[in-house]
């Protein structure tokens, strides 16, 4: 079934190793001459094929392929703006979508997941300029395919296809998404990154989904201990569905005249209650109904926050009115104070005007670099900006209705009308999470993997005996590992276990076996001038008889085992 | 900044929006007329850049685009072979997840998370004829990139990037590969499909790796209760490498003269260690070192099977050789019976030696027929073939050593030369566990969330005391939601509460909060006729009075919680 030179290379690769095996290991001559024939016929098989792939050219694209790839040397990296994540960095990661999806469910969410890439149609005049960033699939024959760029439009062409059966829910995806924009990966941006996303979909009473993201997304930053963080709160440039009349209130602060000598002092407030408190305080702007319906709303807003016990880690920033084309309303910004760009400080005093965040499109300070490859790249100066906001999100009510009109053929159904749902969500920067926490984890020297027990065995290797406890450690749900030798030195599997940090090391001998017992050291590990050193157990320098039968209880028992759980080691 | 049509129409819905909402609330006239002024503008903008887009005609790519979507219907679904998993799915596929990962680190294996695309020349060689499925993303500048096609060959890239600082590691990767294969949609045979793989790297003694892993995918199976199982091992085509000398065996036999008379007998042979015994009885076979090897090493892995315990599950199936370019040794798959095609059964009797792989080349009984657009697609009659299995995998000692002797530019390096490191690993299909799982779900009415408690309110809505309430409870980990209605009537509330099936709905009032209670209601569904009642808990129609301040304690020490946890609700 050979088809290609590689898969003909390969079989005669196979053939000569079977010859010289056979002829080390003494075979008769008739085999060896049967596989030499063998290997005659198959070399010339890959002589005519790479003739014909000769002939052929650089036409057919599979021959090409081949024929040229023994001359180049292949480069051994990934993708440009892409990374691998090794076992110690993904230890974390998965730690930190943990807890993430943990606070989801938390909330009421349930998951969606969606396919990786999108019919074009699909992403088409949703992101503005940034629609040259979509990563576009070859068209191989049948649909156009693009990368998806976020979560929220899959969502909203998810809730469009459900046709009204799915209109009120929580939905949260966690999952990777793409933008060919100019990487920078020491700071962190790539072309492929991990987004974790909460919406909430549906017409409810106003600002209560708000204030409900609000405070996931307070509780998700505390329980990740990310630091002092502040939600930034800003207007989007389409904010004018009937769900968002705060944001409506703004744009007509910015489009009338009726406050014209008060704009320049409004459009500088920053700040959470004492805002809302002065601008209740201005009889010009009560005395409008559109501007009273706006600050009655942030009333709300602020009341519900207080309630949550969220409302000091706010601050509104009016001085700005941006987003992507599909927001509609407010734009919610999370930024970490050890992430804030230089001049940014935290609530309630002085909000940054400069912060990009993952989602919105940015003002950048760049300069052109060489790259790896050396080809010349735009890169952000990101002194200037700091690493920016780690999640961001808003209210987007004209999403979902906009696929449903444009599957309904209907150009002129607008996207208020039937069809249409309202949503509101955050989207969380997962790489960005874990830049702040990583280095954490490094400096405290904590475990990269969750084995408890070493298996080990002194003597013969007793492996047979070794394989029998660590299955039945294993069925007990512990996580236990051993060396795959048959007769490894001690020291060998000790250094072994200790590679892997395990708290427990059990040692099997002959004589124990027979008596039914083992020998158990309790280990651990503290970080000694930035390194890490083996500390025995007080008293545990010799380890301790525990009853094989009773192994699995005292394990569980030990203040060792409760630290692990409790998350100490 | 509107740039595109999109973005300057969307505006002018904006302002027009804005315009009529002034309108309707009474705004003042010249903030009307500001507002009019700038939609005229808009409206003049855009009929220039239409002018503007029409002049460029079909060569401009992002104008073409824009000026002919409003004449044509999206199509509002997923890619080809793609597919949206909604809440109930994912609530099952998380949960088999979250086995596939406890037992993979269980098994002492660490996370590894490699891009979903890579440099086309990674993937280069490495499929034989399935090449053609490899979906490619457009050159957009640059570098040529392709989907993964599996984890197995960018784990051998990551490999023999870490360059042997990793070469002795259990690995796992969970995640979606991609093949532009004909879809059959109806039997779960997908373009974008997820796969669990787990994978020993490095260079042990004979058979401990081996058996290592169809203990883990046997520890998998059976915590899954995906019902009774067989792991059929088959030989490669390619297995010359030091550490595979029992497939080496195999492939003497097929190629030797030494026992032509025997050979029709041997490939028929399937089984355990009664086929060991039969083989080993073999005079014939015994004299000659090279199948004394295979045999030895037969029997080394049936020894360490017996030790895990997993012997019963296995059968060798010596009919077949065959297997992607890059296998190496023995493949394994695992077949459940729930799933096996036509004939097959289990362990020990007879094979089936028609059981296609996911990760397999496999002959198809294919027929043409129209798919959802209209093409004509083919579409293999499964039932000729059953789903087939569930889990594959094998030993590739060649794949690392390729890569870096191709990074190296050394033609001339064979792959057994320094830089290769041995692997074996499996590759589980996450989506063929899901098919069999979840009708099971649906039949015993398992719950599709995770919420434990509803709060609600009685009479004047209490919105701010509910958010209390969730805030507390969500602060001590307990799942819990409720209505985003200001002042919602109670049976609404408690429709809600039951479509998410809640164990407990806790309903608040005014008298309850001052006096420092509140009324939880234990809620049961139970299936009958094959739909979900609601089951009250006995005596507790009317609810119970719990003191607020003992609430979090209560809920967990009742017996509906603990059924919960204990996974019977």
């Given at each position: 079934m050979a088809s290609s030179l590689d898969s003909l290379e390969g079989e005669i690769e196979t053939q000569n190793a079977l010859f010289n095996e056979l002829r080390l290991?003494?075979?008769?001559?008739?085999?060896?001459?049967?596989?030499?024939?063998?290997?005659?016929?198959?070399?010339?098989?890959?002589?005519?094929?790479?003739?014909?792939?000769?002939?052929?050219?650089?036409?057919?694209?599979?021959?090409?392929?081949?024929?040229?790839?023994?001359?180049?040397?292949?480069?051994?990296?990934?993708?440009?703006?892409?990374?691998?994540?090794?076992?110690?960095e993904m230890f974390c990661r998965e730690y930190v979508e943990r807890i993430v999806k943990d606070?989801?469910?938390?909330?009421?969410?349930?998951?969606?997941d969606t396919p990786v890439f999108e019919r074009k149609e699909i992403l088409a005049g949703k992101y503005g300029e940034?629609?040259?960033?979509?990563?576009?699939?070859?068209?191989q024959g049948g649909e156009q395919l693009s990368l998806r760029y976020d979560h929220t439009v899959p969502l909203a062409r998810y809730l469009a296809m459900m046709g009204g059966t799915?209109?009120?829910?929580?939905?949260?995806?966690?999952?990777?998404v793409y933008r060919r924009d100019n990487p920078v990966m020491s700071k962190g941006r790539m072309r492929e990154f991990s987004q974790a996303d909460f919406d909430i979909s549906g017409t409810w009473d106003p600002m209560i989904p708000d204030a409900e993201i609000i405070s996931l997304i307070c509780t998700i930053l505390s329980k990740i201990d990310v630091g002092e963080f502040t939600i930034k709160m800003v207007f989007s440039r389409y904010a004018v569905y009937p769900q968002t009349r705060l944001g409506l209130f703004l744009l007509l602060l910015t489009n009338s005249t009726n406050f014209p000598d008060k704009i320049g002092e409004y459009v500088k407030h920053k700040g959470g209650p004492e805002l809302l408190?002065?601008?209740?305080a201005d009889s010009a702007l009560s005395a409008n109904p559109s501007a009273k319906q706006g600050l009655d709303d942030m009333g709300l807003l602020f009341t519900y926050l207080s309630a949550y016990n969220v409302i000091d880690k706010i601050s509104f920033d009016m001085s700005l009115a941006r987003g992507l084309d599909y927001y509609t309303g407010i734009i919610y910004e999370a930024i970490v104070d050890a992430s804030a760009p230089p001049g940014?400080?935290?609530?309630?005093?002085?909000?940054?005007?400069?912060?990009?965040?993952?989602?919105?499109?940015?003002?950048?300070?760049?300069?052109?670099?060489?790259?790896?490859?050396?080809?010349?790249?735009?890169?952000?100066?990101?002194s200037q900006v700091g690493v920016g906001s780690i999640a961001a999100g808003g209210r987007y009510d004209g999403l979902v209705g906009m696929f449903s009109a444009a599957a309904a053929g209907d150009s002129k159904k607008s996207a208020t009308s039937k069809g249409s749902i309202p949503c509101i969500g955050i989207s969380i920067g997962l790489d960005r999470i874990f830049a702040l926490v990583w280095p954490k984890w490094v400096e405290k020297g904590k475990r990269s993997k969750?084995?408890?027990?070493?298996?080990?065995?002194?003597?013969?290797?007793?492996?047979?005996?070794?394989?029998?406890?660590?299955?039945?450690?294993?069925?007990a749900n512990i996580k236990v590992d051993f060396l795959a030798k048959k007769k490894p030195k001690l020291p060998v599997q000790f250094a072994a276990g200790e590679r892997d940090e395990v708290p427990f090391a059990i040692i099997l001998g002959e004589s124990e076996i027979k008596e039914g017992y083992v020998m158990v050291k309790q280990q651990k590990w503290e970080m000694v001038d930035g390194k890490k050193v083996k500390v025995l157990a007080e008293g545990d320098e010799k380890g301790e008889k525990v009853d094989r039968e009773q192994l699995v209880e005292w394990l569980r028992a030990t203040q060792t085992w409760k630290d692990w759980e409790d998350g100490k080691l």
């Amino acid at each position: 079934m050979a088809s290609s030179l590689d898969s003909l290379e390969g079989e005669i690769e196979t053939q000569n190793a079977l010859f010289n095996e056979l002829r080390l290991s003494g075979s008769d001559p008739a085999g060896l001459e049967e596989v030499k024939k063998k290997l005659g016929e198959l070399k010339k098989s890959l002589g005519q094929a790479k003739a014909k792939a000769a002939a052929d050219g650089a036409t057919a694209s599979g021959s090409k392929e081949v024929a040229g790839k023994k001359k180049e040397r292949i480069l051994l990296k990934t993708a440009k703006g892409t990374r691998d994540y090794g076992p110690a960095e993904m230890f974390c990661r998965e730690y930190v979508e943990r807890i993430v999806k943990d606070c989801f469910s938390t909330y009421g969410g349930s998951c969606l997941d969606t396919p990786v890439f999108e019919r074009k149609e699909i992403l088409a005049g949703k992101y503005g300029e940034d629609a040259k960033l979509i990563f576009d699939l070859m068209d191989q024959g049948g649909e156009q395919l693009s990368l998806r760029y976020d979560h929220t439009v899959p969502l909203a062409r998810y809730l469009a296809m459900m046709g009204g059966t799915n209109t009120q829910s929580k939905l949260w995806q966690v999952g990777k998404v793409y933008r060919r924009d100019n990487p920078v990966m020491s700071k962190g941006r790539m072309r492929e990154f991990s987004q974790a996303d909460f919406d909430i979909s549906g017409t409810w009473d106003p600002m209560i989904p708000d204030a409900e993201i609000i405070s996931l997304i307070c509780t998700i930053l505390s329980k990740i201990d990310v630091g002092e963080f502040t939600i930034k709160m800003v207007f989007s440039r389409y904010a004018v569905y009937p769900q968002t009349r705060l944001g409506l209130f703004l744009l007509l602060l910015t489009n009338s005249t009726n406050f014209p000598d008060k704009i320049g002092e409004y459009v500088k407030h920053k700040g959470g209650p004492e805002l809302l408190a002065k601008l209740l305080a201005d009889s010009a702007l009560s005395a409008n109904p559109s501007a009273k319906q706006g600050l009655d709303d942030m009333g709300l807003l602020f009341t519900y926050l207080s309630a949550y016990n969220v409302i000091d880690k706010i601050s509104f920033d009016m001085s700005l009115a941006r987003g992507l084309d599909y927001y509609t309303g407010i734009i919610y910004e999370a930024i970490v104070d050890a992430s804030a760009p230089p001049g940014f400080k935290a609530n309630p005093s002085v909000g940054s005007s400069t912060t990009p965040s993952p989602a919105l499109p940015k003002k950048k300070v760049t300069k052109k670099v060489k790259n790896e490859d050396g080809e010349e790249e735009e890169e952000v100066d990101e002194s200037q900006v700091g690493v920016g906001s780690i999640a961001a999100g808003g209210r987007y009510d004209g999403l979902v209705g906009m696929f449903s009109a444009a599957a309904a053929g209907d150009s002129k159904k607008s996207a208020t009308s039937k069809g249409s749902i309202p949503c509101i969500g955050i989207s969380i920067g997962l790489d960005r999470i874990f830049a702040l926490v990583w280095p954490k984890w490094v400096e405290k020297g904590k475990r990269s993997k969750e084995t408890m027990v070493y298996v080990m065995a002194a003597g013969d290797g007793l492996l047979v005996e070794r394989m029998k406890l660590v299955k039945e450690l294993r069925d007990a749900n512990i996580k236990v590992d051993f060396l795959a030798k048959k007769k490894p030195k001690l020291p060998v599997q000790f250094a072994a276990g200790e590679r892997d940090e395990v708290p427990f090391a059990i040692i099997l001998g002959e004589s124990e076996i027979k008596e039914g017992y083992v020998m158990v050291k309790q280990q651990k590990w503290e970080m000694v001038d930035g390194k890490k050193v083996k500390v025995l157990a007080e008293g545990d320098e010799k380890g301790e008889k525990v009853d094989r039968e009773q192994l699995v209880e005292w394990l569980r028992a030990t203040q060792t085992w409760k630290d692990w759980e409790d998350g100490k080691l």
